[in-house]
């Protein structure tokens, strides 16, 4: 974790710093007037390379293929657009919304591109794609942190909710990452593993612990799930209260959240589809409020502009109405 940090401060800029002053201050001057003050850059930001995948997971939306939206792959030209403009304000970049980042055949690219920005870089997977080729290119890429979704310690309870994973198969790309990071002396990529926390691998959240601690990973992540109609599906709910978003209560499940007319995600941070729109958080899957198109706009006219503005302005006033806020964590663990 230490050199992770030390990774990560070497990212630091005076303007980047800045940016996340103004960020922090238009946020709470925000929530004193009642009214969305923005004057800066988004701190962070989430890019899709693809919304392609090649698992099923049955409470991802691309897994169970009812996202409306296109599906495609975004092209080199857009991602330069996007990255020239933002790059000098961002502390940090994630490639992943939906889909499988390691998918797209510009990955390691599209790292490179930013890493020469001297942006913090972060990629989440499935992990289906570490053969030695990408883990050497993600190495020599300069990739300072990746996630790697591993949601059971044995092939059944791991494919339980994988559909059409492949527990070995994962295992042995972590290991490969592992290994070569090793054998090329290279502090970088910051390697863990993420464990959704559901009611069929409950009993596992130690053995996880233990598998990424013989992996020689550099941590391991104890995730909540997101389960969509949650009131119909308490059969999938932990009952690990600290890693469930929800109560279950006799026959009744809530999710924990008061929904408060706030939301600091989206005073600093944005995400944007694989064909260029800006959508507010990662709980608009398909796109729903976009903000803007940044193939034939800015990122700063998004962002600040009129949609955007509007959302922000809903937030502060009547964010209960929001769909996408229903299952929403923000402000759930603090």
């Not at 005076?14 to 009214?35: D, E, G, M």
């Not at 890493?115 to 570490?130: A, D, E, I, M, P």
């Amino acid at each position: 974790m230490i050199t992770d940090w030390l990774n990560f401060i070497k990212t630091l800029t005076a303007k980047r710093l800045w940016n996340a002053v103004r960020v922090f201050l238009n946020y709470w001057i925000s929530l004193v007037i009642r009214k969305p003050v923005i004057n800066h850059y988004p701190y962070s930001l989430s890019l899709e390379p693809t919304n392609l995948c090649n698992l099923n997971c049955p409470e991802c939306p691309t897994g169970m293929n009812v996202l409306t939206r296109q599906q495609g792959y975004m092209r080199f030209d857009l991602f330069e657009k996007i990255l020239e403009e933002t790059s000098p304000f961002l502390l940090w970049l994630m490639l992943y919304f939906q889909g499988e980042s390691f998918l797209h055949p510009d990955l390691h690219l599209m790292i490179e591109y930013a890493k020469k920005r001297s942006v913090y870089v972060h990629v989440s997977t499935n992990g289906h794609f570490l053969d030695q080729k990408k883990c050497r290119q993600i190495i020599s890429s300069g990739l300072d942190r990746i996630t790697i979704s591993l949601d059971g310690t044995d092939r059944k309870t791991y494919s339980a909710y994988r559909l059409n994973g492949d527990f070995d198969k994962v295992v042995e790309g972590i290991k490969t990452l592992v290994e070569m990071k090793k054998d090329v002396n290279s502090k970088k990529p910051f390697i863990e593993i993420q464990f959704l926390v559901m009611k069929h691998n409950e009993h596992q959240t130690g053995e996880i612990k233990k598998l990424g601690k013989d992996l020689g990973v550099d941590r391991v992540v104890l995730k909540s799930a997101q389960i969509y109609n949650y009131a119909e599906k308490k059969e999938k709910i932990t009952d690990h209260k600290k890693y469930s978003r929800y109560i279950k209560r006799h026959n009744e499940v809530k999710i924990k959240n008061r929904l408060k007319n706030r939301c600091f995600r989206i005073w600093s941070s944005a995400v944007v589809t694989w064909n260029g729109f800006m959508v507010p958080c990662c709980f608009d899957k398909d796109a729903q409020y976009a903000a803007g198109d940044l193939k034939q706009s800015s990122v700063k006219d998004s962002w600040q502009g009129n949609n955007f503005m509007k959302f922000r302005e809903q937030i502060l006033h009547d964010r209960n109405q929001i769909s996408i806020c229903n299952n929403c964590t923000e402000g759930l663990f603090k």
